[in-house]
């Protein structure tokens, strides 16, 4: 057995024990379990020194999940656009395929908290082959999304099968790995998975920070090794209340991950997720965050802070509003908030 594969198995499960080191209340967490799966992995426990502190509200069973019965179970409407189980055919050129069922760990905030962990999300290689197939068959599509789920709890051996396969597409032009490996279980990252990666180049991989003390010395080694092995490596941020919600946050964390080589990408509005209320923040609290950024943050490390919009109608992204006015003269607002009038004609 691998080392991260040890590590794997020895993630917590057990609200019990978390409850007994934080001091909560187990019953309570109990409770949510039932609903919505825990787990942590260990390199995540040893960060947490507090259950609400950053790491803490991440994965820490919260009730307040159970109160929340408002919002949409699939808010992304991705059952509908699914042509093959677990393959999500959205925009025309590209599709996300859901090649595993768990993650090392399950974010409490997660879009696919319906499902991910749970019976209803585990993939067959038989799913997967289905999605392949739809691929091949579908010459439009250059790209795909390897999401989940958290596609690296997959064997070396099964990815290198399914990068084979993938491969073997001719209209197939690149390959995107989703994966928040890196971030809650850096072992997993090794030397011949980044080998594996580098043989089906291009391939960018999108992981997964919130917070600037996720970048310990062990997720920046990961990292390196990744980006060493000629992998693209960029980020998506979920904007998190409570965690996340503010400038010198945000900054400390674009600016770092710049620095490491990896690329802030999408800053992302929480989805309309049931049971995730608690994390959610107001469009002008993220607005205010961006308009901070823009100016002092290089602008390869600001991120487009985007909304995924309800029902399945795609990624949108929300900016400061620069423009003030249109016509023959549009006029600008700057970073220091002069309006500049901007000629058109
Ligand atoms: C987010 C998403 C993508 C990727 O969109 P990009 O803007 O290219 O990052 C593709 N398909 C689906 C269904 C998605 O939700
Ligand atoms: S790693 Fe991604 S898919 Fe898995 S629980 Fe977290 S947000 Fe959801």
């Known amino acids: 057995m691998e080392l991260w594969q040890e590590r794997s198995r020895n993630s917590i499960l057990c609200s019990d024990l978390v409850a007994q080191r934080f001091g909560l209340d187990s019953h309570a967490l ?3 379990v039932e609903r919505y799966p825990m787990r942590i992995t260990p390199h995540q426990f040893e960060l947490i020194r507090q259950a609400d502190d950053p790491l803490g509200c991440q994965v820490i069973p919260d009730p307040r999940e159970l109160l929340d019965d408002s919002l949409l179970v699939d808010p992304l409407n991705e059952e509908q656009l699914s042509p093959v189980p677990h393959l999500v055919h959205r925009y025309p050129y590209r599709v996300l395929l859901l090649v595993a069922g768990s993650c090392f760990s399950y974010c409490r905030f997660c879009t696919r908290k319906r499902k991910v962990g749970c019976s209803s999300m585990s993939v067959s290689l038989g799913d997967i082959l289905k999605g392949i197939d739809y691929i091949a068959e579908h010459p439009e599509v250059n790209e795909v999304i390897l999401s989940g789920g958290d596609p690296l709890t997959m064997s070396d051996r099964l990815l290198d099968d399914v990068l084979a396969r993938l491969s073997r597409i001719p209209h197939l032009q690149v390959v995107r790995i989703g994966s928040r490996a890196p971030v809650v279980m850096p072992e997993r990252i090794t030397d011949a998975l980044c080998a594996l990666l580098r043989r089906y180049q291009p391939v960018y991989f ?39 919600d503010n400038s010198e946050t945000l900054f400390k964390l674009f600016h770092t991950l710049y620095r490491l080589q990896i690329r802030p990408y999408y800053l992302h509005q929480m989805d309309l997720t049931c049971g995730t209320s608690h994390f959610r923040t107001r469009l002008e609290d993220g607005i205010a965050i961006m308009d901070d950024l823009r100016g002092p943050l290089s602008g390869l490390a600001v991120p487009s802070y985007i909304v995924d919009l309800p029902g399945g109608h795609g990624k949108v992204p929300v900016t400061p509003d620069y423009v003030q006015r249109l016509g023959d003269h549009a006029r600008l607002r700057a970073a220091d908030g002069t309006l500049v009038d901007y000629p058109q004609s």
């Open 30 to 32: 109990a409770q949510v």
């Open 206 to 244: 999108l992981t997964h920070f919130n917070h600037p003390r996720e970048i310990t010395e062990a997720t920046v080694e990961a990292c390196q090794r990744l980006v060493r092995s000629g992998v693209i490596v960029a980020n998506q941020t979920v904007l998190l209340r409570g965690v996340n």
